[in-house]
Structure formats: structure tokens, C-alpha cells
């Protein structure tokens, strides 16, 4: 509040604004207006876009090839201010904490940092060429013995009759562990030969050398220099949550999977969920289900659109289906703890703790009727509910939505990650978060009606399909047309018990990888009592195959 009388007197009196103020302003307007444009511009595009590529042409993994875009730091730069860094005591600093990620990151920008997987690009880019699918594990940040998890050893050579593709296994160690050590020390001498080394060579000589040419326990591995001690969060993450840039061009999915994951996944395991990434056109069908009165009825289901998963996830077990904000996040944090292996009779570390109450508090902040809109239809809540088991995750990394999706997670959880693999996070409780934000934002911009209770009819072909496993992708285009009806209860009609049944799934010729403008694109979020039924019809096609 300005007091007229006193302002006038003192400017009367020659007072200057600084003077009477007791203030002056440090920073010009100039530089202002750059510094809150440059923060507009990370947040609006925090990584870099290929939309003006066709769907073919997207690549994030080019080392060189890809032009980024202009990033914040860049715009200073370009404007002559001196950029600022949020370490710094810098009350005007408006750059957020892990705004620039390592230039091996697909989600980096101009901007990015070194990190320890700038040296082995070309050779991994080398290895996984020609490959249409890559396993792997990235055991990183502390000595490495010995991979727990084990697979049978897959390359470019390797081919399965029943699916065109063939899948590479690679594991990222540290060049400094016991175990390459031991790999290398277990290599007879005329192995060693063949790849123009010796036993009598130095050590740094043997791995240089050596590196993308051996293999342990089905893995081919990769040795990474500097990867042995504590590593920060975004280095320690990129493997896992935003891997397209590590591999070959020809690489189409990428499936990661845990050290401590508790069973072997195989070449086959990975085709397999491959193929529940997408989803041909389901053709009208009936089922059969219980009316109000608890008689059997029929029911016929409309024609489904075809569907394309960018991420397939396991859902994670003992954790209510109800909608989120219903859901205890506290018990949800805490089954999500068992999975990763915490103690849960001790107390909850404090960055678990800190994550959780932020999402907490965040979720009760949104939800206030304060912040809501004004039209009672139009009052969405956000929902914290998509859980999954992140021991394994699969991934599509030429689809832009896809990339999104997981710069989005990357980015999250790097603000909550600790620095060793044995505080790396809650990775899922991050991921489950960007998906309640992802689609608050969905349903508001396309103006998507409140949810009601289900209907009878509704409830009944809900249980009969898996559509609610595939969560859609938002953009944001700001298109108002609704962009995931899962089953379309609305349109399906209870028929008469005497008319003929057709099978209960058919679906139309539909060419898996062909993806267009009309195809939706979702994450998936399998259930085990789906992904079970799926395994027994892909065994049966196999076997039925492997007959003919």
C-alpha cells in the first residue's frame, strides 16, 4: 500500500523512488523479460519435439542428426544475459532443478550435461544395429560381481519363425567391477587373440578392446567407465526411464528389465509382450452376462477402434482399483515398498515419506473446490491410481507420445531419486503420478464429463474386456473430441438369449505396426489375470506354428 500524501511530500522534497523505497532493482527490464521467457519456454517444451517428422522418420536415437530446439539457456545466451543456476543464492533465478539433462538422454536439449554414456553411444549404437527389439539391464553405481538376473544370449543373428523381428540382450556394467574383471580374466588366451589383445595388455587396453564382445549369463555386456560409485539421479535413471538414445535407429522397442528382478526373462518373453502393444480392430461380438435380475442375457458390444500401447507395465498386486483419490496413498506407497524390497517394519525413509506427502497434499490442493472450475460439470478431480510393478517395463521408442511419456517420468522422478541404486526412489509412485496429471489435463481440455456410476450393462462388459488397461496419451492439441472410449457401454444393447453367438474375440485383419493419424495411442497397464490368458493364446499360436 503506497501512501499518496508521503509519496508526493517526498518526491517535493527530492526523493528519489530508491531512496523513498529503500530498494533498487538489480535486474533490468531487459533481463527480466528474457530470464521469464526463457522459463516459459523450458516449460512449454521441456524436451525437444520431432512433430514436424512423419511418423517413420522419428529417431531419438541420431547422436548427431538431431536438431534440438531452442532451450531457455540458449535464448539468454542469444539475448546476452548471463544465465543463472538454481544452486546459486539467486532470488531472480527462474531455471527449475533438473532442467538440463545429460546429452545421452532423449530428453535433452541444447543445453544438456556429460554424462558416463557419452563414450559408449557409437559402440552400443554399433551392437544393437539391426536389431528389432533390445533386453537389457543396466546394473550401475556400485561393484557388480555378478548379474542375478539371467537370460539366454539373443543378437542380430537370432531369428524366431513365428515373428519377424529378432531381440538383442544387453547389460550396462561398470568397466571398473569385479565383474568384468573376472570376465576378462576368465577369457582364454586365444579368445583373446582373436580380439587383438592379451593377458599381458593393461587393464584400461583389455576393456577398451574388449568391450561389446563378451557376454555373462546370456547378456552381452557393455562396459561403462565410471559407473562403480554413488551416481546421480539423472545418470543412474536414463537406462531405465528414457533409453532412446543408447540404441540403434532400427531398434523399435526396448524392453528393461530390474538386476533384482526374480525371474529370467527370455528373447521369446520379450516378443510376446511386444505383441500386447498393439491392438487390431475388434469386430461387434456378444458376451454373455447377468441382467438386473440376475438371468442370463447376452450382450452385444460395438466395434472397437484399433489400439497402440507406447508403454506396457505389469500392474502392480494388492493395491485397490478404486478411483485414486479414494485410495489410501499410504498403503499404496507401502505395497509399492515391498517391491522394491524396503523393510517395511522400519520406518518410512524420509524421501519415500517427502514424495508421498507432496503427492498427498498436492492431490488435496487440486481437489479443493477453490481451485476448481465454476461449472459443476466441468469439476474433475485428480486421480492417483495407475500402479504398476516397474521391474520391468517395455517400451515403443518410435512414437513421439511414447517419448513424452517417458521424459515426463524421467524428469519426475529425478527430483526424488536418490544418488545409489539402493535409494534410486519409488520410481512407480513417480510414474503414477505423471499419469493422474496427464489425465486431469485429458479430461479438461476436452471438456470430458464428470464420471457417474456404472451401469449394470456397463459393469458387465467392463469385466469382459481389458480396455481399461489402456490408459490414452493426451498431447494436448486441444482437440475437444474425447479421445478414449473404452468400451462405449452406451452404445451396447442386452439381445434376446436365442439369437445365434458369434465368438466372444475376433478381431479384423489389421497390420500391427502400421500406425497412423487415426490410431489412438495409449500406455498399457496389464493385469496378471489378463497377461496369463494372453501367454496361454500366444503358447498355443507358437506350438500351432511350430506344427505347420
Given at each position: 500500500?503506497?501512501d499518496?500524501?508521503?509519496?508526493?511530500?517526498?518526491?517535493?522534497?527530492?526523493?528519489?523512488?530508491?531512496?523513498?523505497?529503500?530498494?533498487?532493482?538489480?535486474t533490468?527490464?531487459?533481463?527480466g523479460?528474457?530470464?521469464l521467457?526463457?522459463?516459459?519456454?523450458?516449460?512449454?517444451?521441456?524436451y525437444?519435439?520431432?512433430?514436424?517428422?512423419?511418423?517413420?522418420?522419428v529417431?531419438?536415437?541420431?547422436?548427431?542428426?538431431?536438431?534440438?530446439?531452442?532451450?531457455g539457456?540458449?535464448?539468454?545466451s542469444?539475448n546476452?544475459?548471463d544465465?543463472?543456476?538454481?544452486?546459486?543464492?539467486?532470488a531472480?533465478?527462474?531455471?527449475?532443478?533438473?532442467?538440463?539433462?545429460p546429452?545421452?538422454?532423449?530428453?535433452?536439449?541444447?543445453s544438456?550435461?556429460?554424462?558416463?554414456?557419452?563414450?559408449?553411444?557409437?559402440?552400443?549404437?554399433s551392437?544393437t544395429?539391426?536389431?528389432y527389439?533390445?533386453?537389457y539391464?543396466?546394473?550401475?553405481?556400485?561393484?557388480?560381481?555378478?548379474?542375478?538376473?539371467?537370460?539366454?544370449y539373443?543378437?542380430?543373428?537370432?531369428?524366431?519363425?513365428?515373428?519377424?523381428?529378432?531381440?538383442?540382450?544387453v547389460?550396462?556394467?561398470?568397466?571398473?567391477?569385479?565383474?568384468?574383471?573376472?570376465?576378462?580374466?576368465?577369457l582364454?588366451?586365444?579368445?583373446?587373440?582373436?580380439?587383438?589383445?592379451?593377458?599381458?595388455?593393461?587393464?584400461?587396453?583389455?576393456?577398451?578392446k574388449?568391450?561389446g564382445?563378451l557376454?555373462?549369463?546370456?547378456?552381452?555386456?557393455?562396459?561403462?567407465?565410471g559407473?562403480?560409485?554413488?551416481?546421480?539421479?539423472?545418470?543412474?535413471?536414463?537406462?531405465?526411464?528414457?533409453?532412446?538414445?543408447?540404441?540403434h535407429?532400427?531398434?523399435?522397442?526396448?524392453?528393461?528389465v530390474?538386476?533384482?528382478?526374480s525371474?529370467?526373462?527370455y528373447?521369446?518373453?520379450a516378443?510376446?509382450?511386444?505383441t500386447?502393444?498393439?491392438?487390431g480392430?475388434?469386430?461387434?461380438?456378444?458376451?454373455?452376462?447377468p441382467?438386473?435380475?440376475?438371468?442370463?442375457?447376452?450382450?452385444k458390444?460395438?466395434?472397437?477402434?484399433?489400439?497402440?500401447?507406447?508403454?506396457?507395465?505389469?500392474?502392480?498386486?494388492?493395491?485397490?482399483?478404486?478411483?485414486?483419490?479414494?485410495?489410501?496413498?499410504?498403503?499404496?506407497?507401502?505395497?509399492m515398498?515391498?517391491?522394491k524390497?524396503?523393510?517395511?517394519?522400519?520406518?518410512e525413509?524420509?524421501?519415500?515419506k517427502?514424495?508421498?506427502?507432496?503427492?498427498?497434499r498436492?492431490?488435496?490442493?487440486?481437489?479443493?473446490?477453490?481451485?476448481?472450475?465454476?461449472?459443476?460439470s466441468?469439476?474433475?478431480?485428480?486421480?492417483?491410481?495407475?500402479?504398476?510393478?516397474?521391474?520391468?517395463?517395455?517400451?515403443n521408442?518410435?512414437?513421439?507420445?511414447?517419448?513424452?511419456?517417458?521424459?515426463?517420468?524421467?524428469?519426475?522422478?529425478?527430483?526424488?531419486?536418490?544418488?545409489?541404486t539402493?535409494?534410486?526412489g519409488?520410481?512407480?509412485?513417480?510414474?503414477?503420478?505423471v499419469m493422474?496429471?496427464?489425465?486431469?489435463?485429458?479430461?479438461?481440455v476436452?471438456e470430458?464429463p464428470?464420471?457417474?456410476?456404472?451401469?449394470?450393462?456397463?459393469?458387465?462388459?467392463?469385466?469382459?474386456?481389458?480396455?481399461?488397461?489402456?490408459?490414452p496419451?493426451?498431447?494436448?492439441?486441444?482437440?475437444?473430441?474425447?479421445?478414449?472410449?473404452?468400451?462405449?457401454?452406451?452404445?451396447?444393447?442386452?439381445?434376446?438369449?436365442?439369437i445365434?453367438?458369434?465368438?466372444?474375440?475376433?478381431?479384423?485383419?489389421?497390420?500391427?505396426?502400421?500406425?497412423?493419424?487415426d490410431t489412438?495411442?495409449?500406455?498399457?497397464?496389464?493385469?496378471?489375470?489378463?497377461?496369463?490368458?494372453?501367454?496361454?493364446?500366444w503358447?498355443?499360436?507358437?506350438?500351432?506354428f511350430?506344427?505347420?
Open positions: 500500500v503506497i499518496v500524501e508521503r509519496a508526493n511530500a517526498a518526491r517535493s522534497a527530492g526523493y528519489t523512488a530508491n531512496e523513498y523505497l529503500g530498494w533498487s532493482a538489480k533490468t527490464l531487459k533481463d523479460v528474457a530470464k521467457l526463457a522459463w516459459h519456454l523450458d516449460r512449454a517444451l521441456p525437444f519435439s520431432s512433430s514436424t517428422l512423419s511418423e517413420e522418420q529417431d531419438y536415437s541420431d547422436i548427431e542428426g538431431v536438431v534440438k530446439h531452442m532451450d539457456k540458449d535464448l539468454l542469444k546476452n544475459v544465465s543463472c543456476s538454481n544452486d546459486m543464492d539467486d531472480t533465478c527462474l531455471l527449475e532443478k533438473h532442467t538440463y539433462h546429452c545421452a538422454s532423449e530428453c535433452s536439449t541444447m544438456c550435461t556429460s554424462s558416463i554414456f557419452d563414450d559408449i553411444l557409437t559402440l552400443v549404437h551392437t544395429e539391426g536389431c527389439m533390445v533386453l539391464t543396466a546394473p550401475l553405481g556400485y561393484d557388480v560381481e555378478s548379474l542375478d538376473v539371467e537370460t539366454e539373443s543378437d542380430t543373428g537370432s531369428t524366431f519363425e513365428y515373428h519377424e523381428g529378432n531381440v538383442c540382450t547389460a550396462f556394467v561398470p568397466s571398473e567391477s569385479t565383474l568384468v574383471k573376472t570376465v576378462i580374466e576368465d582364454p588366451a586365444n579368445a583373446q587373440s582373436m580380439l587383438d589383445t592379451s593377458p599381458s595388455d593393461s587393464y584400461s587396453t583389455q576393456v577398451k574388449l568391450n564382445h557376454a555373462h549369463k546370456g547378456w552381452l555386456l557393455i562396459f561403462v567407465d559407473a562403480t560409485h554413488p551416481l546421480p539421479p539423472e545418470e543412474l535413471l536414463l537406462p531405465k526411464l528414457a533409453p532412446a538414445r543408447l540404441f535407429s532400427s531398434v523399435r522397442r526396448a524392453m528393461y530390474d538386476e533384482s528382478f525371474h529370467a526373462p528373447p521369446e518373453d516378443l510376446f509382450l511386444a500386447e502393444t498393439h491392438r480392430v475388434t469386430k461387434s461380438r456378444t458376451i454373455k452376462g441382467d438386473e435380475k440376475g438371468k442370463d442375457t447376452k450382450y458390444l460395438p466395434k472397437e477402434p484399433q489400439r497402440y500401447a507406447v508403454m506396457l507395465a505389469s500392474q502392480m498386486r494388492d493395491i485397490s482399483t478404486g478411483e485414486g483419490h479414494k485410495v489410501s496413498l499410504r498403503d499404496a506407497t507401502r505395497s515398498m515391498n517391491e524390497g524396503y523393510d517395511l517394519d522400519a520406518h525413509p524420509k524421501k519415500v517427502a514424495q508421498r506427502e507432496f503427492y498427498e498436492g492431490r488435496s490442493l487440486i481437489n479443493s473446490m477453490d481451485l476448481r472450475s465454476s461449472d459443476p466441468h469439476r474433475h478431480k485428480i486421480e492417483i491410481k495407475d500402479f504398476i510393478r516397474s521391474q520391468w517395463v517395455l517400451y521408442l518410435k512414437l513421439e507420445e511414447g517419448h513424452h511419456v517417458r521424459c515426463e517420468w524421467y524428469r519426475e522422478h529425478s527430483r526424488w531419486s536418490g544418488s545409489n539402493l535409494d534410486s519409488m520410481d512407480h509412485l513417480s510414474f503414477a503420478y493422474a496429471k496427464r489425465e486431469l489435463s485429458r479430461k479438461i476436452t470430458e464428470l464420471p457417474r456410476e456404472l451401469s449394470l450393462e456397463e459393469k458387465v462388459i467392463k469385466a469382459a474386456t481389458d480396455a481399461h488397461e489402456w490408459q496419451i493426451f498431447l494436448g492439441d486441444g482437440s475437444k473430441i474425447p479421445l478414449h472410449d473404452p468400451f462405449k457401454a452406451s452404445t451396447a444393447k442386452a439381445i434376446p438369449l436365442n445365434a453367438d458369434r465368438p466372444e474375440s475376433e478381431l479384423d485383419e489389421a497390420a500391427p505396426e502400421s500406425v497412423n493419424g489412438e495411442t495409449y500406455v498399457r497397464i496389464m493385469s496378471d489375470e489378463v497377461m496369463l490368458k494372453a501367454r496361454k493364446n503358447s498355443k499360436f507358437v506350438a500351432k511350430e506344427k505347420h
